[in-house]
């Protein structure tokens, strides 16, 4: 349990529920139902064994945090995941109806392993030990085998740095779903275009032989198709994308749309990860009522930008 005042808010609570969910209380002296809930949390923070943090905060003495939450009823307590508000309620809840609430948005044990799993092979990823990090990563996927954000990034790491067959056999489950969450779509994308590279002789080809082809034949969408995987395969992410856009301008339906749904995919991986939640973001009034003043405003870096420029172009080349 921490005492939370403006000055150490961003930090224990913001930034803190960026890795663990932190229950915020908001409670004041004279209080008598804040009395009764108070032991109750910190009973239950020492039960859960870190799977959140209890953080307090003195709605008389931080009356700006207060206002900033909307607070207007205490005790209040308010559920911060991946650096925003997920769910809250008001009242002294009973012990029972409390447990429901948490277990309701808290990750439970496996999520808890998978996790610590995954922190691990990231850093074996940053010193350079590869092979420890897929090795980590599967056996956080094998205990947590429904977080499709695991095996997402599992996915990622297996086709970029080459192993292939192992990233088909860990794909195969996610798009055995119908339909295809887009993500995992953008992944069997990439992973067709390096597969086009290694089996298919035109994955070979120096660009300047596409390019003769494009030159005498400006709608031959082969040439222009296999140009954009191997691009793809060299991770030339945006020239990919201008050749696959030619395709779509002369031709929308060509091969099924397979120019399109290649360019979704791109723009896809190249799209920034949003911040890791453990609980359904919501904006606004949260299910418990609580309503928060104000919305955190994300900058674009230079790669959202460039997504969002290339996603207007498609829209352009398809209306």
């Known amino acids: 349990m921490i005492d939370i005042t403006t000055e150490n808010f961003e930090t224990e609570v913001i930034q803190a529920s960026l890795s663990v969910p932190v229950l915020v209380d908001f409670w004041a002296p004279w209080c008598g139902p804040c009395k009764a809930l108070g032991p109750i949390l910190e009973k239950l923070e020492a039960a859960y064994e870190g799977r959140f943090v209890l ?12 206002a900033a939450f909307g607070i207007r009823s205490i005790p209040t307590c308010v559920l911060m995941s991946g650096g925003k508000p997920v769910n809250g309620f008001m009242g002294a809840l009973p012990e029972g109806k409390l447990r429901e609430f948490l277990d309701q948005h808290l990750p439970g044990e496996g999520q808890l392993q998978a996790q610590a799993e ?3 092979a990231q850093e074996h990823l940053e010193s350079g030990d590869i092979d420890s990090a897929i090795a980590r990563m599967a056996q956080a996927l094998q205990t947590d085998a429904a977080n499709d954000e695991l095996r997402y990034d599992y996915i990622k790491l297996l086709i970029g740095t080459g192993h292939l067959d192992q990233a088909a056999a860990a794909l195969a489950p996610a798009l055995a779903r119908i339909p295809v969450p887009l ?6 994308q990439w992973l067709n275009a390096l597969e086009f590279v290694q089996n298919d002789p035109r994955g070979q080809w120096p660009l300047e032989k596409f390019d003769e082809l494009i030159a005498a034949n400006k709608r031959d969408f082969e040439a222009r198709f296999a140009r954009a995987r191997v691009l793809m395969a060299a991770n030339e992410w945006v020239a990919a994308l201008d050749e696959l856009l030619e395709i779509i301008m002369r031709d929308k339906k060509w091969d099924e749309e397979a120019p399109r749904k290649t360019f979704v995919a791109i723009l896809e991986l190249l799209t920034p990860p949003k911040p890791k939640a453990a609980g359904p973001e919501v904006s606004g009034k949260s299910a418990g009522g609580i309503e928060l003043a104000g919305h955190a405003t994300v900058q674009e870096d230079e790669q959202a930008a460039l997504v969002s420029a290339y996603r207007r172009k498609l829209s352009m080349a398809l209306n």
């Open 118 to 120: 995954a922190e691990e």
């Open 55 to 66: 953080a307090k905060i003195n709605s008389d003495e931080q009356q700006e945090l207060a």
């Open 183 to 188: 993500q995992f779509e953008a992944l069997q």
